[in-house]
């Protein structure tokens, strides 16, 4: 035990050092002061972060209020455009209808009730499809529309205005005003003068 070494007692300080002391500690006290911010600055601050916040809660409530009418949109053109693949089904058997008419001739009295008969399914057929707005494009004396229509040929006719369509070689069909099929159409041009 002799060989520990003796305690350390706390130095025993006179009055001057304590004031000394305690000058020492007020100085380093107040620079620490200056660099809180006041109470002005502190509210002035919350008051930013409030309307920042604010303002990023009423962005992201826009942002779902977009994202939830783009969903309905989606859905509404799904839904309105679903039929879109059959109607393109549908049409070949349309024409096939319409042919058959047209090649039936009226005057024989066998096949007459056979063409009232398709005539009959047509018009059912044709209604069917007006229903769910499915719509004829028929475009014939009208002028020509390449977003409605299929040019096959231009053919010279001095009785027409150039760019009108003379002859439908095949109607086309829109769903809900969306193009689902052009009409093939034959335009009319001007007489090349010789």
């Known amino acids: 035990m002799a060989d520990q070494e003796p305690k350390q007692e706390d130095p025993i300080l006179d009055d001057e050092q304590i004031a000394s002391e305690t000058?020492?500690?007020?100085?380093?006290?107040?620079?620490?002061?200056?660099?809180?911010?006041?109470?002005?600055?502190?509210?002035?601050q919350?008051?930013?972060?409030?309307?920042?916040?604010?303002?990023?809660a009423l962005r992201?409530?826009?942002?779902?209020?977009?994202v939830k009418r783009r969903a309905e949109q989606d859905v509404e053109?799904?839904?309105?455009?679903?039929?879109?693949?059959?109607?393109?089904?549908?049409?070949?058997?349309?024409?096939?209808?319409?042919?058959?008419l047209e090649a039936a001739p009226a005057d024989e009295p066998v096949v007459k009730p056979i063409a009232e008969g398709v005539e009959l399914t047509l018009k059912s057929f044709s209604d069917a499809l007006a229903r769910f707005k499915i719509e004829v494009v028929n475009p014939l004396g009208e002028p020509f529309d390449p977003q409605f229509h299929q040019a096959m040929s231009m053919v010279e006719n001095a009785d027409v205005e150039p760019n009108t369509v003379t002859m439908v070689m095949?109607?086309?069909?829109?769903?809900?005003?969306?193009?689902?099929?052009?009409?093939?159409?034959?335009?009319?041009?001007?007489?090349?003068?010789?």
């Open 170 to 194: 095949q109607k086309g069909y829109t769903l809900h005003g969306r193009l689902v099929r052009p009409a093939m159409v034959m335009v009319s041009k001007a007489v090349e003068q010789s």
């Open 77 to 100: 053109k799904a839904r309105k455009f679903a039929l879109e693949q059959f109607c393109k089904e549908l049409l070949p058997v349309m024409d096939n209808l319409e042919r058959a």
């Open 46 to 56: 919350l008051q930013v972060d409030l309307a920042e916040a604010k303002d990023d």
């Open 23 to 44: 000058e020492n500690q007020q100085d380093t006290d107040q620079p620490m002061e200056q660099e809180e911010p006041s109470l002005e600055e502190a509210m002035g």
């Open 60 to 66: 992201a409530q826009a942002d779902a209020q977009n």
